[in-house]
């Protein structure tokens, strides 16, 4: 028998009624959530106040936050956590015997086959006594400053994909990326600085490229400009047959002719959002080269760094890291700095260890130590560890067993960490857990949308009412997921 109303819904008039009325409360609904009136006050959206001729300018946060700035050391390839950071002694016990459960497990490139332990020793490290192996001494000496998370879970198993999601929180290309969300809700701390910078390694870029510095559906204005100690920014210099008065007169005159022009077209968000960035430009022509001089830095903070090191790639990621701290210094918002690149082949400038890992790790371990714990240390030594989150992280881990015939891990996203130290949180800290392998993730299951809600939440952004209105969906940088991991907050 039909429902009083499914009986109305057989009448044509009654039918097309209904319809007309269920269509007009779609476009109220979608009309509502565009003003943010949908959803209660402590839901609804927030959207920075931008004002288009100073789009990068400061702008406050949402809630009093931790971290002024944010520095990402991204290690790409997938760094292997069970060689690293998370310490099995059950993967030692049984080393080159079948792990339970996984008879002829396949994962990304083929079948599985015995665990095998670590060639590196993990020895307990400072005050806390937290098992790190000895491929990584010197980040090693500097574990009681970190709170690692083990429990972390990628969606993919793809590199691509892998760093598409660390970076912007979708596994496709097209969205914005963690900085340009950071720099699109607070500005820039300097205004002659991009707001976000990502510092490729000097062997080359990640996988995804410029899809992990990318806009997105956000304005251009918020990506990451990508510059390097090695290759500056591209077209900056000013060619020598144009003298430097001849430059700055031209400079001036271009910007009244710019102001009567927006005289004229009030309003014009596009044209103030274009010479806004033109301004910036000529502001970095004098910047950029200063803040890239490592000239001006001590012989001794030379030689913590290792820029001088006989290894050509230990040196040139050693500068990165150099230029890094001086950025931050200057007040660039996020700096996402890239430790492998893909331009060598399958392990040979990353971490990508599927056939030699021993020979490989040995290459590419030393090129991250010791730059990577100076950076730490010089900018603990110097206070800025107070307000500066670093964040070390990959796109996923790798598998406890041995490739069948092969001397290397496959891909893993079940399951690897990540570390975050600095402005707000927990030092000397373990979150979440894998098995006793370090396979998958058995104890606080973390997500790499916990992740970026934890990044924005210490820089005093709510991740659930950030938002940008883009195809007619307000997006995030979360998007529907995601909490604030509150266990490793300080």
Not at 56 to 79: E, N, Q, T, Y
Request: proline share 6%; glycine share 10%; charged share 20%.
């Amino acid at each position: 028998m039909l429902s009083h109303t499914g009986r109305r819904l057989l009448d044509r008039r009654g039918f097309l009624a209904h319809a007309a009325g269920g269509l007009s409360g779609i476009a109220l609904a979608n009309l509502l959530a565009h003003d943010g009136l949908l959803l209660g006050n402590e839901l609804s959206p927030i959207r920075p106040d931008i004002a288009p001729d100073t789009p990068l300018a400061a702008r406050s946060s949402h809630f009093p936050a931790k971290a002024k700035r944010v520095l990402m050391i991204f290690c790409s390839g997938a760094c292997s956590h069970v060689d690293t950071w998370d310490y099995k002694p059950e993967l030692i016990k049984r080393h080159d015997t079948p792990m339970p459960g996984s008879d002829k497990l396949v994962t990304f490139q083929g079948q599985n086959g015995n665990l095998i332990k670590s060639p590196w020793a993990f020895k307990p490290r400072g005050e806390s006594g937290k098992y790190v192996s000895d491929l990584l001494p010197n980040l090693a000496e500097l574990a009681d400053e970190m709170c690692f998370i083990h429990s972390m879970t990628s969606k993919t198993n793809t590199h691509g994909p892998g760093e598409n999601f660390m970076s912007t929180g979708f596994t496709v290309d097209g969205y914005p990326s963690a900085g340009a969300w950071v720099s699109y809700a607070l500005g820039s701390e300097c205004d002659d600085l991009p707001a976000f910078v990502a510092i490729p390694d000097p062997r080359g870029v990640p996988q995804a490229g410029p899809n992990n510095w990318s806009s997105g559906f956000l304005p251009a204005v918020f990506q990451g400009t990508a510059f390097s100690a090695g290759q500056p920014i591209a077209n900056l210099e000013r060619p020598g047959t144009i003298s430097p008065a001849a430059d700055a007169s031209t400079r001036d005159f271009l910007k009244l002719l710019n102001d009567k022009h927006l005289e004229r077209n009030p309003g014009d968000s596009e044209l103030s959002a274009r010479i806004a960035s033109y301004e910036l430009a000529a502001k970095l022509q004098l910047s950029a080269p200063e803040a890239s001089d490592l000239s001006q830095e001590t012989a001794a903070t030379h030689r913590s760094y290792g820029t001088d090191d006989a290894n050509a790639n230990k040196a040139g990621f050693a500068r990165n890291c150099l230029l890094a701290r001086r950025l931050l210094e200057r007040g660039v918002r996020f700096v996402q700095l890239f430790n492998g690149a893909y331009a060598m082949g399958e392990g040979v400038g990353n971490w990508d260890g599927h056939k030699m890992l021993k020979d490989q790790y040995s290459v590419h371990a030393p090129i991250l130590d010791q730059p990577a714990a100076a950076l730490l240390k010089d900018l603990k030594a110097r206070g800025m560890l107070d307000d500066t989150l670093v964040v070390w992280t990959t796109e996923f881990g790798r598998m406890p067993t041995f490739q069948v015939g092969a001397n290397g891990r496959d891909h893993n996203p079940k399951g690897f960490t990540v570390w975050l130290a600095g402005a707000g949180v927990k030092r000397a800290y373990s979150y979440g857990a894998t098995d006793e392998f370090g396979y998958q993730a058995v104890e606080n299951e973390s997500s790499v949308y916990e992740l970026h809600a934890t990044i924005l939440h210490l820089l005093g952004l709510d991740h659930q009412r950030l938002s940008y209105f883009h195809n007619g969906t307000e997006q995030r940088l979360t998007f529907v997921h995601g909490r604030v991991i509150q266990d490793v907050l300080a």
